[in-house]
């Protein structure tokens, strides 16, 4: 099994180890730096840069610069996207966002993990665990949120955020570790 195939399954790998996940890391980067290098008026040619860098997005895309991720193949942007400056996304693991997300400042998504292990760490061992945002989803400024965590629909994360867990639908959530502070009515 190469190390991208254990990554892929969730497994412990050494991506620094693997010469086609370097060169992938490699593109991706140069590409996201072309990208923040764009004007803010070359609308078009930072979307057609970001089909290049994302695995699929739909029409309505902002991302204000600047953008950094890993691999970009493995993120799936919806229609109506909104991020502000300084997204960072380490996408070794799927990371996909539904419709009407709106991303303050400054946030973080990370796939990527590593043991505690204090071995296996140094010898460079990650995984990555998929992150998935559904629709309607709004996080404030400099959220961060972990490996495996899905946020439900609707729901409100609040700036400052660390999500270390599941989040349901239709609440407001916030804090280190994010927790649910308020249910949101399904009418709103």
């Known amino acids: 099994m190469t190390e991208k195939e254990k990554c892929a399954a969730g497994l412990l790998y050494n991506a620094n180890y693997d010469q086609e996940l370097i060169q992938e890391r490699i593109r991706c980067k ?4 072309e990208y923040n290098g764009l004007k803010n008026s070359d609308a078009e040619n930072r979307y057609q840069l970001l ?3 994302i695995g699929s997005i739909k029409e309505n895309i902002c991302i204000e610069p600047n953008f950094w991720c890993d691999y970009g193949y493995n993120i799936t942007v919806g ?3 909104y991020a502000n400056h300084n997204l960072v996304i380490l996408d070794c693991a799927k990371v996909e966002f539904g419709d009407n997300v709106f991303i303050g400042p400054n946030c973080s998504f990370y796939t ?3 043991p505690l292990d204090v071995k296996q760490r140094n010898e460079g061992l990650e995984y990555a665990h998929p992150i998935k945002v559904w629709d309607n989803v709004w996080l404030g400024g400099n959220v961060v ?4 965590v899905s946020i439900g629909s609707n729901s409100v994360i609040g700036a400052g955020s660390v999500v270390t867990k599941d989040i349901p639908d239709h609440v407001v959530a ?4 994010c927790r649910i502070v308020k249910n949101i009515s399904a009418e709103n």
């Open 174 to 177: 916030v804090g280190n570790p």
């Open 112 to 114: 990527a993990g590593h």
């Open 79 to 81: 229609e109506n996207f």
């Open 30 to 33: 140069d590409l996201c730096q």
């Open 51 to 53: 089909k290049k860098i």
């Open 145 to 148: 949120v972990l490996p495996g």
